[in-house]
């Protein structure tokens, strides 16, 4: 498994376009959800209730790139690039997500009536900030997907301390544990936050991406297009039946007398895989061109991710004070407005917050400095 060249550079523009529309997905999810808690209406007949799925391609992506990036190390034990990863995924995580995170506590302190039971308690608040399990959500709701990040980020890393004979049992260990999530009889219990992080069925998501990067960097794949396409017809396929409630998010089936509870790793999950697949086969091998938006809404879709949901919420609020549905009489009207406010707030502050925080640290912590030549 171990390389000493590095692996080539390749713009994956599909990918990036694929995450811009992702973000988008939970945007619109957000969207119908508030619609529905605060202004009593239905956004756009209910279609993208399934717009939670973003999320989930989100992980496999961040499987994918992990192992894309980082394959050349594999079966390296070394405590440098230990470290270095760490630095790379903490300046990609932490500091953006505290920013927005104090601007959200800011508007509480500010606004009482806004706060929920717990939402100031100091504890609550430094595991929120360290992204640590917990009971409760993080403040920023969308906090509990970073979570499970941050814990694919520490397996992953623990390859570069642990020799495979260690390792690799400990991997099968954490996935068949993710797995019995689907097996309610034999289920490991995951009260415990910590429990139900580190064997939540998602992880198996992450797995996923990884495994979507060996098969595509290892195996000159055909019809990637096929892929594509297959995928995507099955996500979408998936995610109206279950905006519709044609299908339960937890559909329980039994199988040779077995019963299972299939969930949204196999609804999206899986069609996101194969998506995934034939997307990245795509850009490897022939280079795909994307417009230059989409790129650009695939780099602030970190940004869009993290600040759509308090600006949502609070923006529907007002809309629900103002009584804005009566008096507009049309629901769509005030929505997509907010859609686009949020969207276009998150792509604001990406360019001018995250964007340059993010590379001020890159150039300060993890860049080294050029040694002077010798004369």
Request: hydrophobic share 55%; aromatic share 14%; charged share 10%.
């Amino acid at each position: 498994m171990q390389s000493n060249a590095p692996p080539k550079k390749v713009k994956l523009n599909l990918l990036q376009a694929f995450r811009g529309i992702a973000a988008l997905l939970v945007v619109l999810f957000h969207l119908d959800q508030l619609s529905n808690e605060k202004l009593k209406q239905t956004f756009l007949f209910g279609i993208f209730k399934f717009g939670w799925a973003g999320v989930d391609f989100f992980f496999i992506l961040s499987g994918f790139i992990i192992f894309y990036v980082h394959r050349h190390e594999l079966g390296i034990q070394s405590w440098q690039k230990f470290k270095k990863f760490w630095l790379k995924r903490w300046i990609r995580i932490y500091p953006v997500y505290w920013i927005v995170t104090l601007a959200v506590l800011g508007l509480l302190i500010f606004v009482p009536s806004l706060a929920k039971a717990g939402d100031t308690n100091l504890f609550f608040l430094l595991k929120t900030f360290l992204l640590i399990p917990q009971s409760t959500p993080p403040l920023l709701d969308v906090g509990w997907t970073l979570i499970l990040i941050i814990f694919f980020y520490l397996i992953f890393s623990l390859s570069y301390l642990l020799k495979p004979k260690i390792y690799l049992p400990l991997v099968a260990i954490l996935l068949l544990g993710s797995l019995t999530q689907f097996v309610p009889d034999i289920s490991i219990p995951a009260e415990n936050p910590w429990i139900g992080t580190i064997f939540h069925s998602m992880n198996l998501e992450f797995a996923l991406g990884c495994l979507a990067a060996y098969l595509v960097v290892t195996y000159p794949l055909r019809h990637r297009k096929t892929l594509l396409f297959v995928g995507a017809f099955f996500f979408i396929f998936f995610g109206l039946l279950l905006s519709y409630g044609v299908i339960a998010e937890v559909q329980n089936l039994n199988i040779l007398g077995i019963e299972l509870g299939i969930n949204r790793v196999f609804f999206s999950g899986i069609p996101c895989f194969i998506m995934l697949i034939g997307a990245a086969s795509l850009d490897i091998n022939k280079g795909t061109d994307v417009p230059n938006f989409v790129n650009y809404l695939g780099d602030a879709s970190y940004s869009i991710y993290l600040i759509h949901s308090p600006i949502i919420s609070a923006l529907t609020q007002i809309a629900a004070k103002l009584n804005l549905v009566n008096l507009i009489g049309n629901s769509l009207i005030i929505n997509l407005p907010i859609g686009i406010v949020s969207v276009g707030i998150g792509c604001v502050f990406y360019s001018i917050v995250e964007k340059p925080v993010v590379e001020f640290l890159r150039q300060i912590i993890v860049k080294k400095k050029v040694p002077p030549k010798a004369i």
